[in-house]
T-cell receptor
Framework: ETGVTQSPTHLIKTRGQQVTLRCSSQ?????VSWYQQALGQGPQFIFQ???????GRGNFPPRFSGLQFPNYSSELNVNALELDDSALYLC????????????FGQGTRLTVV | AQTVTQSQPEMSVQEAETVTLSCTYD???????LFWYKQPPSRQMILVIR??????QNATENRFSVNFQKAAKSFSLKISDSQLGDTAMYFC??????????????FGTGTRLQVTL
């Protein structure tokens, strides 16, 4: 098992720019979820991908989009960055279903200036 | 929609003592899953303990145990014999099995626990 890895660990972008964050899921996991964690808050669910298809979305605008690849790795794309997008972005992978455990990456700290 | 509330933003406990973190939740479902996650300064979420709502017995994992009160929609975490390594943010989380999967969680706002000498 290699664990969940995210890249980059830190990133600074300018308002209006676009950003892509990456996540490599745990070996064998076919489901990936992305979360936004603002400072001092709990993680908020952005969306989930299962076998390359979006499988549920939280209350985030369309400028937050994602992809999942055949090897189950995933990307989170954010267009037209706003100052409020500054947060820790977490990726979690699991098998489909409830009776399994989700494993989290260490996150990407995004700062929008 | 389900909500999870943690009313204690910060807690402090001395090493070797016991501390209890509180969590309440709101759902209309009868079957669901509850979790406590730990987030140390390394930022990586680590599963501490899990409780299935249809199980009346409270879950226990070594020094960690829960007090699950389904009627009151309460799910507290007790940490016994606290250790310095327990210093972290603790998040209570919920999954509705009809709409969620293991990685689709609803989190509370967290409790920052500081273990002191």
């Amino acid at each position: 098992e290699t664990g969940v890895t995210q890249s980059p660990t830190h990133l600074i972008k300018t308002r209006g720019q676009q950003v892509t964050l990456r996540c490599s899921s745990q070996s064998g996991h076919n489901t990936v979820s992305w979360y936004q964690q603002a400072l001092g808050q709990g993680p908020q669910f952005i969306f989930q991908y299962y076998r390359e298809e979006e499988n549920g979305r939280g209350n985030f605008p369309p400028r937050f989009s994602g992809l999942q690849f055949p090897n189950y790795s995933s990307e989170l794309n954010v267009n037209a960055l706003e100052l409020d997008d500054s947060a820790l972005y977490l990726c979690a992978s699991s098998l489909k279903g409830i009776n399994t455990e989700a494993f989290f990456g260490q996150g990407t700290r995004l700062t929008v200036v | 929609a389900q909500t999870v509330t943690q009313s204690q933003p910060e807690m402090s406990v001395q090493e070797a003592e016991t501390v209890t973190l509180s969590c309440t939740y709101d759902t209309s479902e009868n079957n669901y899953y509850l979790f406590w996650y730990k987030q140390p300064p390394s930022r990586q979420m680590i599963l501490v303990i899990r409780q299935e709502a249809y199980k009346q017995q409270n879950a226990t994992e070594n020094r960690f145990s829960v007090n699950f009160q389904k009627a009151a929609k309460s799910f507290s975490l007790k940490i016994s014999d606290s250790q310095l390594g327990d210093t972290a943010m603790y998040f209570c989380a919920f999954i509705d099995p009809y709409t969620g999967t293991a990685s689709k969680l609803t989190f509370g706002t967290g409790t920052r626990l500081q273990v002191t000498l």
